[in-house]
């Protein structure tokens, strides 16, 4: 997936995603100067994130 795509799948900025990238909460792979996400990294991320109703 492109920066773009995550960041409308994670309805984030594209600099929100840059940043969590230069944190180490997203895991990307970089070739040249385009930067690129796997879906299971990103759906893992969701699931891992996500946050039960309390009732």
Do not use: C
């Amino acid at each position: 997936m492109t920066s773009e795509e995550v960041s409308k799948a994670l309805n984030i900025t594209l600099r929100a995603l840059q940043y969590y990238r230069q944190i180490g909460i997203v895991p990307y792979t970089s070739l040249g100067n385009k930067v690129f996400f796997r879906e299971r990294d990103i759906a893992h991320i969701l699931q891992h994130n996500l946050i039960q109703p309390t009732r």
